[in-house]
């Protein structure tokens, strides 16, 4: 692939045109927006949370940290349920998603992202338009897996944050599959063991009832802080809805990865920087 690097003087000027005249905007949302966000995986707010364990195992950043092999269950969910809190059930520390679902305010639209926070839910974005599609901090599942079940972890993650003592929830708190008495485990798209449930495949089924509908018409197909890392959930398909269809408008904005394949250079935005910043710059304006 080549890549195109668009050189037009005024991209944001073109951006706002775009969304004023889509029949419909399809977000495409990757960990960037959420760094946008402060939801930063290192540096202070890492050090705030995890000090201990900075100090205890070495643990570098939170990506890391839930790959770390903890001896015991009793400190696996001490880890897990103090990243689960601040990332799934604490609101980001900048308004970023909320910014953006003002953008999106009085138009058409649906969210395909590769994020697992659920930040777009806290900010006030409709469930039915939301497709995740690597999992939930906010589910466990079977680590077998035994069946195609989640559970909802808030009131027992609370519990774990608020009880932990040493690095060490209380034993009884450890969570065991209801059906079989596995432990649980993490409901993220690591390896072939996660569940997709009921809820997965009616977010799916809805995501491809939207494409059906807004086939051919005027599609902005925003794209916001998708990395190279799972590039066939978001980046490959939207570039391929833009080169099927003439009427769409593929807009990347992106923190030094804003960039598009030449056969769609035409059709594209790219716009290079802080995620936050431009779109309350594309807000500005708008209806």
């Known amino acids: ?20 005249q889509a029949d419909t905007v399809l977000v ?18 890492f ?15 939170l990506y890391s940290g839930g790959f770390y092999p903890f001896e015991t269950l009793e400190g696996y969910w001490a880890w897990w349920s103090r990243h689960i809190w601040i990332n799934r059930y604490e609101k980001a520390p900048k308004p970023v998603y909320e910014e953006l679902l003002g953008l999106l305010r009085g138009k058409e639209y649906f969210v395909l992202t590769t994020n697992v926070d659920h930040q777009f839910q806290l900010a006030g974005f409709d469930k039915k338009r939301l497709f995740y599609t690597q999992g939930d901090y906010g589910l466990w599942q079977c680590s077998k897996p035994c069946c195609q079940k989640t559970w909802d972890n808030e009131n027992m993650v609370r519990r774990m944050v608020a009880e932990q003592k040493e690095m060490r929830i209380p034993s009884e708190l450890i969570p065991y599959c209801p059906n079989c008495g596995s432990p649980m485990t993490m409901n993220l798209r690591s390896d072939d063991t996660f569940v997709l449930d009921e809820g997965w495949y009616a977010a799916c089924s809805r995501y491809e009832d939207f494409l059906r509908q807004y086939q051919g018409l005027r599609v902005v197909l925003l794209e916001l802080g998708v990395g190279a890392n799972t ?20 807009l990347c904005i992106n923190l ?26 594309l807000a500005e304006g708008l209806a």
């Not at 692939?1 to 037009?8: A, G, H, I, L, N």
């Not at 716009?271 to 936050?276: C, F, L, P, V």
């Open 1 to 20: 692939m080549q890549k195109f690097m668009p050189t037009c003087s005024d991209p944001l000027v073109r951006a706002k045109q775009a969304l004023e």
């Open 28 to 45: 495409g949302a990757g960990s960037g927006l959420s760094t946008s966000a402060g939801l930063t995986y290192s540096g202070a707010r």
């Open 47 to 61: 050090q705030e949370h995890f000090g201990d364990f900075i100090r205890k195992y070495g643990i570098r950043d």
């Open 231 to 250: 590039p066939g959930v978001i980046k490959y398909p939207f570039w391929k809805m833009a080169a099927r269809n003439p009427n769409a408008t593929y």
């Open 256 to 281: 030094s990865e804003a960039y598009a394949p030449k056969e769609i250079a035409r059709q594209s935005i790219c716009m290079d920087g802080d995620i936050g910043n431009i779109l309350c710059q």
